[in-house]
């Protein structure tokens, strides 16, 4: 009997030091550095100057962006400061690990070379994430980023497969590390808001979508979205104005003519209403809505 108490004594000694070198494995493996994984104590210096350098390019960003657009500042909530991508849990990076290895030998060939292989992963990955499959696809795009870690095409994909896989978290996170690459990025910021949307976070949402209609405004569908979801939150006002543009980038588009004549009821604006009626009448004289939407606006004083 003493034997099996020292025994078992023995095992759970040897089972609690595993498990503490486990959660010292997962710690380590969690603040991998895709770029030249440096020391603990250095990675830490490096990812407080790049917090406080992205910090403030946030910060200048935002100041910028209300300047122009004052219209919206009363509907903006919080905008949020989360810059770390998710690569995966434990066993995908150790499942990765050989191809680290192979961006170790990468790394000593040429420009042209690594541009050349960089395009060669990108293409292999977006065909993968094309085919349904979402695991080499993912596997092609960190294996990318390991070589180039700023490579916004790779950050991409990668968001784009996570978002496919149904994994929200991941892909936003890919997704704001992708606009500290490239601020200007309308088609991230899109699909962050469409996310958030999906959170129900709308106000952030037209946070988002606001930001990406400034940077592109030739996309009519953004505009008409942006104007539901500031109904939404009880922003007629400017919900008017966002409308307004979509109708201007597609005049005859019944779908836009009737949503511009129900906010301009909303914003008992009789003559945007009278003249987004007219329009409809004369893009699809057969809507049923019309005679309803006319004893409406003759309502409006």
């Known amino acids: 009997m003493i034997y099996y108490i020292i025994a078992s004594a023995i095992l759970a000694i040897g089972l609690g030091g595993m498990a503490f070198l486990t959660i010292q494995k997962f710690s380590q493996l969690a603040n991998i ?8 104590k250095e990675l830490k210096k490096k990812k407080e100057m790049i917090g406080k350098r992205v910090a403030a390019e946030r910060h200048h960003l935002l100041l910028a962006f209300l300047r122009r657009t004052s219209p919206f500042r009363k509907i903006w909530g919080k905008v949020q400061l989360k810059f770390r991508i998710y690569v995966g849990k434990v066993e995908r990076l150790l499942h990765h690990e050989q191809r680290a290895k192979d961006a170790a030998e990468v790394a000593v060939l040429p420009t042209e070379a690594v541009e050349t292989k960089l395009a060669s992963l990108i293409q292999d990955g977006t065909y993968n994430l094309s085919e349904g499959d979402f695991e080499k696809a993912e596997e092609l795009f960190i294996a990318a980023i390991k070589i180039d870690s700023k490579c916004a095409p790779a950050y991409r994909g990668l968001g784009d497969t996570y978002l496919a896989n149904s994994n929200l978290e991941e892909a936003e ?25 999906k959170r129900g976070d709308v106000e952030e949402a037209i946070n988002y979508l606001q930001q990406a209609v400034i940077l592109n405004d030739s996309l009519s569908s953004r505009f008409f979205h942006l104007t539901e979801l500031l109904l939404k939150v009880n922003q007629p006002d400017v919900a008017k104005e966002a409308i307004e543009q979509a109708v201007e980038l597609e005049p005859k588009n019944p779908k836009y003519l009737d949503l511009m004549i129900e906010t301009a009821i909303l914003c008992h604006d009789k003559d945007l209403a009278e003249r987004g009626f007219q329009e409809l009448r004369l893009a699809n004289p057969q809507n049923n809505k019309l005679e309803g939407f006319q004893s409406r606006i003759n309502d409006l004083s």
């Open 173 to 197: 996170e890919t997704y704001q590390f992708l606009l500290q690459l490239q601020p200007n990025d309308d088609a991230a910021m899109v699909k962050i808001s469409e996310m958030l949307e």
């Open 33 to 40: 550095d895709l770029e030249n994984l440096p020391s603990e």
